[in-house]
Protein backbone atom coordinates (compact mmCIF):
# COMPACT_ATOMS: atom_id res chain seq x y z
CA UNK A 1 0.00 0.00 0.00
CA UNK A 2 1.55 3.19 -1.12
CA UNK A 3 1.71 6.35 1.19
CA UNK A 4 -0.65 9.25 0.57
CA UNK A 5 -0.55 12.11 2.34
CA UNK A 6 -3.55 13.46 1.42
CA UNK A 7 -5.46 10.21 2.53
CA UNK A 8 -3.61 10.42 6.35
CA UNK A 9 -4.73 14.12 6.27
CA UNK A 10 -8.41 13.37 4.94
CA UNK A 11 -8.27 10.53 8.15
CA UNK A 12 -6.98 13.42 10.92
CA UNK A 13 -9.24 16.10 9.80
CA UNK A 14 -12.07 14.32 10.39
CA UNK A 15 -11.22 13.08 13.84
CA UNK A 16 -13.54 13.91 16.76
CA UNK A 17 -11.52 17.44 18.62
CA UNK A 18 -10.20 15.40 21.81
CA UNK A 19 -8.66 12.70 19.43
CA UNK A 20 -7.51 15.19 17.36
CA UNK A 21 -5.54 17.46 20.03
CA UNK A 22 -4.27 14.62 21.48
CA UNK A 23 -2.80 13.15 18.01
CA UNK A 24 -1.22 16.82 17.21
CA UNK A 25 0.17 17.10 20.64
CA UNK A 26 2.16 13.89 20.35
CA UNK A 27 2.86 14.45 16.94
CA UNK A 28 4.50 17.68 17.38
CA UNK A 29 6.32 16.67 19.94
CA UNK A 30 7.68 13.46 18.77
CA UNK A 31 8.01 16.08 15.52
CA UNK A 32 10.48 18.10 17.67
CA UNK A 33 12.89 14.55 18.57
CA UNK A 34 14.11 13.77 15.32
CA UNK A 35 15.64 17.25 14.42
CA UNK A 36 16.88 17.52 17.67
CA UNK A 37 19.13 14.12 17.29
CA UNK A 38 20.10 15.62 13.84
CA UNK A 39 20.76 19.27 14.77
CA UNK A 40 23.19 18.01 17.85
CA UNK A 41 24.87 15.07 16.02
CA UNK A 42 25.10 16.54 12.83
CA UNK A 43 26.75 19.92 14.06
CA UNK A 44 28.20 18.72 17.12
CA UNK A 45 26.42 21.33 19.14
CA UNK A 46 25.98 21.65 22.74
CA UNK A 47 24.17 24.45 23.40
CA UNK A 48 20.33 24.08 25.21
CA UNK A 49 17.47 23.71 23.16
CA UNK A 50 15.33 25.57 25.80
CA UNK A 51 15.30 26.80 29.36
CA UNK A 52 12.63 25.12 31.22
CA UNK A 53 12.71 26.44 35.16
CA UNK A 54 9.55 25.21 36.20
CA UNK A 55 8.56 27.87 39.03
CA UNK A 56 4.25 28.16 40.11
CA UNK A 57 4.39 31.66 37.50
CA UNK A 58 5.95 29.74 34.59
CA UNK A 59 3.41 26.63 34.39
CA UNK A 60 0.96 29.31 34.77
CA UNK A 61 2.67 30.99 32.12
CA UNK A 62 3.31 27.51 29.92
CA UNK A 63 -0.07 25.88 30.21
CA UNK A 64 -2.27 29.05 30.14
CA UNK A 65 -1.00 31.91 29.12
CA UNK A 66 1.67 31.45 26.18
CA UNK A 67 -0.74 29.29 24.89
CA UNK A 68 -3.56 31.76 24.56
CA UNK A 69 -1.83 34.57 23.56
CA UNK A 70 0.55 32.76 20.62
CA UNK A 71 -2.35 31.06 19.13
CA UNK A 72 -3.66 34.50 18.83
CA UNK A 73 -0.65 36.44 17.39
CA UNK A 74 1.13 33.65 15.85
CA UNK A 75 -1.93 31.25 14.04
CA UNK A 76 -4.87 33.26 14.64
CA UNK A 77 -3.84 36.51 13.20
CA UNK A 78 -1.51 35.84 10.25
CA UNK A 79 -3.67 33.09 9.06
CA UNK A 80 -6.72 35.25 9.27
CA UNK A 81 -5.17 37.68 7.35
CA UNK A 82 -3.26 35.82 4.68
CA UNK A 83 -6.76 34.11 3.84
CA UNK A 84 -8.65 37.00 3.49
CA UNK A 85 -5.58 39.37 1.98
CA UNK A 86 -3.96 36.60 -0.40
CA UNK A 87 -4.55 33.70 -2.65
CA UNK A 88 -1.67 31.52 -1.21
CA UNK A 89 -2.63 27.51 -1.06
CA UNK A 90 -3.01 27.06 2.66
CA UNK A 91 0.42 24.60 2.80
CA UNK A 92 2.21 28.17 1.99
CA UNK A 93 0.08 29.90 4.91
CA UNK A 94 0.77 27.52 7.14
CA UNK A 95 4.61 27.36 6.75
CA UNK A 96 4.54 31.72 7.26
CA UNK A 97 2.74 30.97 10.37
CA UNK A 98 5.31 28.40 11.58
CA UNK A 99 7.97 30.47 10.35
CA UNK A 100 7.01 34.06 12.56
CA UNK A 101 6.49 31.55 15.59
CA UNK A 102 9.36 29.82 15.37
CA UNK A 103 11.15 33.41 14.48
CA UNK A 104 10.01 34.24 17.49
CA UNK A 105 10.93 31.78 20.19
CA UNK A 106 14.98 32.56 19.81
CA UNK A 107 16.26 30.99 22.63
CA UNK A 108 18.93 29.47 20.47
CA UNK A 109 19.02 28.20 16.46
CA UNK A 110 18.59 24.91 17.75
CA UNK A 111 15.21 26.16 19.55
CA UNK A 112 14.41 28.26 16.33
CA UNK A 113 14.23 24.70 14.06
CA UNK A 114 12.36 22.76 16.91
CA UNK A 115 9.70 25.86 17.44
CA UNK A 116 9.48 25.72 13.98
CA UNK A 117 7.89 21.91 14.09
CA UNK A 118 5.34 22.99 16.36
CA UNK A 119 4.34 26.09 14.55
CA UNK A 120 3.56 23.73 11.33
CA UNK A 121 1.30 21.95 14.08
CA UNK A 122 -0.64 24.77 15.37
CA UNK A 123 -0.96 26.47 11.92
CA UNK A 124 -2.34 23.25 10.25
CA UNK A 125 -4.29 22.93 13.55
CA UNK A 126 -6.25 26.11 12.89
CA UNK A 127 -6.64 26.06 9.30
CA UNK A 128 -8.69 22.61 9.58
CA UNK A 129 -10.21 24.11 12.39
CA UNK A 130 -11.32 27.15 10.60
CA UNK A 131 -14.56 25.66 8.92
CA UNK A 132 -15.75 23.37 11.40
CA UNK A 133 -18.51 23.89 14.54
CA UNK A 134 -15.47 23.42 16.88
CA UNK A 135 -13.33 26.82 17.98
CA UNK A 136 -10.31 26.47 15.50
CA UNK A 137 -8.82 28.85 18.76
CA UNK A 138 -9.57 26.44 21.68
CA UNK A 139 -8.47 23.39 19.65
CA UNK A 140 -5.20 25.55 18.79
CA UNK A 141 -4.46 26.75 22.23
CA UNK A 142 -5.24 23.20 23.95
CA UNK A 143 -2.58 21.27 21.57
CA UNK A 144 0.07 23.94 22.86
CA UNK A 145 -0.86 23.75 25.98
CA UNK A 146 -0.72 20.14 25.58
CA UNK A 147 2.19 20.06 23.86
CA UNK A 148 3.88 22.40 26.86
CA UNK A 149 2.85 19.58 29.60
CA UNK A 150 4.58 16.71 27.74
CA UNK A 151 7.71 18.95 27.19
CA UNK A 152 7.84 19.82 31.16
CA UNK A 153 7.21 16.54 31.81
CA UNK A 154 10.05 14.92 30.21
CA UNK A 155 12.27 18.22 31.52
CA UNK A 156 11.29 17.19 35.26
CA UNK A 157 12.01 13.58 34.91
Known amino acids: MKFNIYRVHKVVSELPAFQFILLLS?????????????????????????????????????????????????????????????????????????????????????????TFVLGACLAYSYVIYLNKSVSAFRVTASIHALHNLFAWALVLL
Open 26 to 114: LVAFIGKIFPAIFYVTLFNIDEPLGSYNASDIDWVLGLLIAPIVETLVFQMAPILILKKYTRLKSLYIILISAAIFAACHTFSIAYIIL
